[in-house]
């Protein structure tokens, strides 16, 4: 029999304060290798059980979960995990379901760096399950771990978005959404996951949380981690345990001053200006058919509505990693707002078409033979349009606002996406009253240059007072610092493309009566004109949306 340790009491009597005691106390431990020998050496193990020192012995029981308990003391980020993970699951080359960052602080005399390993928390409320349009999520309701359903993803990238931790990671080769599952597998057959078993100083292992106690603990955000999100929002339940007192004081995160710029996504940047505008025209349309003399506006205000409102919804589509499976989109509509944007937005184009084509039946009555009469009114098939894409463009502001990012919150989203549904109401109205020589709406079309110009000083506002304030979050004041920063020249030609196009042309067209009257081509080059410089100010917007957007995470590495 081997003999036992020696210890020396003159040096460890004081405890781990003394540098060299604790590394001999440490050294003292016996690695899992070890005490599986003596265990098996005493009969200590079950018979024909398996040896289970980094994970319980039982399965969760009723109100119970497995989850993540971290020993802080323990992790030197060698990323060991890291590469367990990734090799053991095959990920991709910019894959990483578990991460490694950093938090320091303390005080010169003691300085601090302490490293964080972190994956998915199996959350109690997932916020990528409960925003997931084609329920491509579930938390196994034995195990508390939450899967990802590779088979049923659409690629929308929504949980991207909703998840405060950055866990799901987008594989575009697959065009799917793909995140730690615990490798339940393995813990299936009794197995501890990669990542605990890589770790060379057992900083990583699997205990079984009572989910009562983890949703109180998690409802007062308790987390000894500097800059990690808030833990009321999803109620995670990873454990991090220190023996030491250091979360008590000043520290933060190592990236901390890091200002990424966010994920463009170029064609949500195209669908939700493009369905605002389309939505707006569609309200004047509404508005112009309930005049007995403005049929050919509402004709033409439709068709304008159909074309920007087609090109965007097809923009949306290049947006999923599987645009063949988008049907699955609605399968969330109970509680994702991804999934009521779709069955808006799915319900207003055919409104809106149907709408559209008896409108332009009632200016050209011989352009098509229908066999069948119209069954309403022309205004109320406009009117219910106008709802539905109102009604779009208010899910898709919920979308963002719903997210932890505080650029995104209310009330900043709901107005810059309702004012560039004003705008696209008055700049369609101009341009159909400089076309055909009439007042949509029964409201002259100076006066609908004169709202253009309204709506978009409303918006510059609303954009200057984030873009220049100085806000005390944190997060939040990431996004003015990129914006006079980094993206200053970006953010410039969105002003100058916003004043030319939203205020100094429609402004000229108000002011300019002689500019309407005979044929009115001059008001009309000008309209066309100042609807583009517009349009492409909008663009501009809603790509600054994007990625001037700082977003919630838990501590990365050196910035």
Request: net charge positive.
């Amino acid at each position: 029999m081997a003999p036992e340790p020696v210890i020396l009491p003159s040096i460890l009597e004081d405890g781990p304060a003394d540098l060299v005691g604790q590394l001999l106390r440490e050294q003292q431990d016996m690695s899992a290798v070890d005490r599986f020998a003596r265990a098996h050496d005493a009969c200590a193990l079950k018979p024909g059980g398996i040896y289970r020192d980094l994970m319980p012995v039982t399965a969760p029981a009723r109100g119970q979960q497995y989850a993540f308990e971290v020993d802080l003391d323990a992790c030197t980020g060698c990323k060991a995990c890291v590469a367990g993970c990734h090799s053991l699951n095959g990920l991709g080359d910019n894959e990483a379901w578990r991460k490694v960052g950093a938090i320091h602080g303390g005080n010169p005399a003691l300085p601090m760096l302490q490293h964080v390993t972190t994956a998915c928390h199996h959350c109690l409320e997932p916020a990528c399950m409960l925003g997931c349009p084609a329920k491509a999520y579930e938390k196994d309701p034995q195990t508390g771990i939450v899967r990802h359903l590779d088979d049923q993803c659409i690629g929308c990238r929504y949980c991207e978005l909703t998840c405060p931790y950055e866990v799901p990671q987008f594989n575009a080769v697959l065009g799917i959404v793909r995140k730690c599952d615990m490798c339940s597998q393995r813990l299936g057959a009794g197995e501890a996951p990669a990542c605990v078993q890589s770790c060379p100083n057992e900083a990583i292992r699997i205990v079984v949380v009572d989910q009562q106690a983890a949703k109180k603990a998690a409802a007062v955000n308790f987390m000894p981690i500097a800059g990690a999100p808030d833990t009321s929002h999803t109620l995670p339940t990873t454990r991090y345990r220190t023996r030491k007192s250091w979360w008590r004081e000043e520290i933060a995160r190592v990236d901390q001053g890091a200002l990424p710029l966010g994920e463009a996504h170029p064609p949500l940047t195209a669908m939700l200006v493009l369905t605002q505008i389309s939505a707006g025209a569609t309200v004047a349309a509404a508005a112009a058919a309930r005049m007995p003399t403005d049929s050919a506006s509402a004709a033409l205000l439709a068709v304008f509505a159909i074309l920007a409102g087609a090109a965007g919804m097809v923009a949306a589509t290049l947006h999923l990693g599987r645009p063949l499976y988008a049907f699955r989109a609605v399968l969330g509509w109970r509680r994702s707002w991804l999934s009521r944007e779709v069955i808006a937005f799915g319900a207003y184009m055919p409104a809106l078409s149907g709408a559209a084509f008896f409108a332009v039946l009632e200016v050209w009555p011989g352009l098509v033979i229908v066999p069948f009469p119209i069954p309403f009114p022309l205004e109320r098939l406009l009117g219910a349009a106008a709802l539905l894409g109102l009604a779009g463009v208010a899910c898709s502001a919920c979308i963002y606002m719903v997210t932890p990012r505080p650029a995104w919150a209310h009330p900043r989203t709901a107005g810059k996406f309702l004012l560039t549904t004003w705008g696209g109401c008055c700049a369609a109205s101009a341009i159909a009253a400089a076309f055909l020589g009439n007042t949509p709406a029964g409201i002259n079309p100076r006066v609908w240059c004169a709202l253009w110009v309204a709506g978009t000083v409303a918006k510059f506002i609303l954009e200057g007072w984030l873009q220049f304030s100085r806000p005390q979050n944190a997060l939040l004041a990431k996004t003015p610092r990129l914006l006079q920063g980094r993206l200053h020249l970006l953010a410039g030609r969105r002003w100058m493309l916003g004043a030319f196009g939203g205020v100094a042309l429609p402004l000229l067209l108000a002011l300019g009566a002689d500019l309407w009257s005979g044929p009115a081509l001059g008001a009309a080059f000008l309209a066309l004109l100042a609807f583009f410089l517009w349009a492409a100010g909008e663009f501009a917007e809603r790509h600054l949306f994007f990625i001037a957007t700082a977003h919630t995470s838990m501590p990365g590495g050196t910035p």
